[in-house]
């Protein structure tokens, strides 16, 4: 009896593989049954089927994708591997020849109708053993001629000159480039559709509770209930991050205008949609009379009795009611920088409250200010509404600056560096916080010592009306903030009038969830990679902590390609060094953090939204901003 179960076990087994463990892919039908989303969500629409190769046996498996998240869990269950997890990826991830096997993803590209043979971001894959993986794939799918190799990750860019000559390769920038669809903020919401074809005449009418169909952004991006736009955007544009923020649904199609069903939804009250690889409209009756209202009034704090400029030394999480979000996070940065090898930009202090608050006061806005915030701004006009901002920032631009504050700036500038050529950035109490960044909705601006055209009252001026400007103001009525506890201070450091590289990076995996991974956008010089032409893409990259900073580190960390900057001919605008160094540097700033301010936090789900440059001279690295992620 026992014998005859035990041959009913090996027979039901035997099934059970081959149903789990085909050795080729014959059909389209074949692949997608088989196929899952790619732990990586790098793109839209993008399905993949995981492959295993037995080096000693010389034998290709496809896996039930579906069925099997990790190749180790394949590896264990019909291959007989029977080591735990860290041996598996220390073993198979190596660029050794004595590895057992070579592990890797088929992903069907739908918008280029491509397939790509694509390695891990750690996967070391000697060439050798990748040229004989390629050969062993392509002889066993039906999709030979159309089957390609991804150079998505540096170390196969690396060994690019010793692969096939018969080997097809994909670049990110060629698939980043042929999408037709990208999802920016994955979430769900009601409103009503209009559609934008001109901006300049159309834009005065937007409402809040409007889901808008256009080409492309503007640089003041509106309060709306959604977006759906023709042009690509970087994940971590402002135009991204405030999406997430509010959390209303946006997304990119670049075939918008060739559908009449959606321009037909024109005037519509729709429930929208954005998903991974679709978004979907459908006409509701929903009531939207309610749309962006709060129960509760927020009133923010504020301490005016700091009456003094204040040097970055002293300046911390503890005086942001004095000095504002930004100024706070960059005194915790400076800090950081004593015991970690990054830099922050230099001549750095803060001008607190107490001094915007006076020139509110001499100036006279309070009174237009409480007139103003007794009205229905939600539902008045748009150009109702900037007339009135318009007026109360012109009030502020034509008062005087307080000459001793003047006096005591220069004094400060003199004190603390050699540099005269400074950057005034705005530092309030309603932006760079937990669940409201505000992210580009306030002004930075230059002056400079003895230059007539970039004055420094005059910078510190527009600084502070800034707090009054359309797209300032309307953020704030979303989240429902009283406008009567707004208050602006400035950070002060010295400008850099040449950078070799800028960029943002979020210190959380956007792309896979609970997983290790900061997500980096970075450009060549100044081009902007938080409002960015549409015609200009940046590096977008995943990098790793190496071992020498985190547990969770690889020993030779790895750099995940998304796409290439248009500036730089198809090469990143760090070295991998520079990179390396800016994700170790990344990982110390964000334990720094979690250890100071959320100890119960997740540390996969938690993260810091930095803006970083490259000196242009040295290269060396600076951080002048740090927010929490609200993603």
Known sequence: MRILLCLLVMILWSIMGCSQNP??????????????????????????????????????????????????????????YSKALNSFNTENYSGEMDRPFLLANINYYKALDKYALELGPSDRMNAIHLNELYAAVKKEVFFSDNLFLMMSTTHVNSIEDELEN???????????????????????????????????????DIRPTDIILLKDIPLVFPLVSGVIVTEFQTPLSHVSLLGKNRKIPICAYTKLFDHQEIIALDGEVVSFTVLQDTFILEKTNADLTQKWKSKRLLKLKEDFSVDSLVPIKYVSEKTRYSVGNKAANFGELYRYSETIPFNTPESAFAIPFHFYQQHAQRSGINERIAQLVEKDNLSRSRIEVQQDLEFIRRMILNKELDSILLKDVVAMIKQLGPYTRMRFRSSTNAEDREGFSGAGIYTSKTGEIGNDLKPIDEAIKKVWASLWSFGAFMEREAFNIDHNYVSMGILVHRSFPNEAVNGVAITTNLYRQDYLGFVINAQLGDESVVQPDGTVQCDQFICYPDETVSVYGQQEGGIDIIDFSSLNNGKLVMTLDEIQELANTLELIKKKYLRKHYTQKSYFGFGLDLEFKLDETTRELYIKQMRVFNN
């Open 23 to 80: 050795k080729s892919l014959n059909s389209k039908l074949q692949f997608d049954s088989w196929a899952s989303k790619p732990l990586y969500q790098k793109y839209g629409q993008v399905s993949s089927v995981k492959i295993v190769y037995e080096t000693e046996k010389k034998k290709l498996h496809f896996v039930d994708s579906r069925s099997y998240t990790f190749h180790h869990e394949f590896c264990g269950d019909f291959l007989g």
């Open 166 to 204: 018969s080997i097809r390769l994909l670049r990110p920038d060629d698939v980043y480039q042929g999408q037709k669809y990208q999802p920016i903020s994955k979430q769900r919401g009601k409103g009503r559709v209009r559609v934008i074809t001109d901006w300049d005449s159309q834009s005065a």
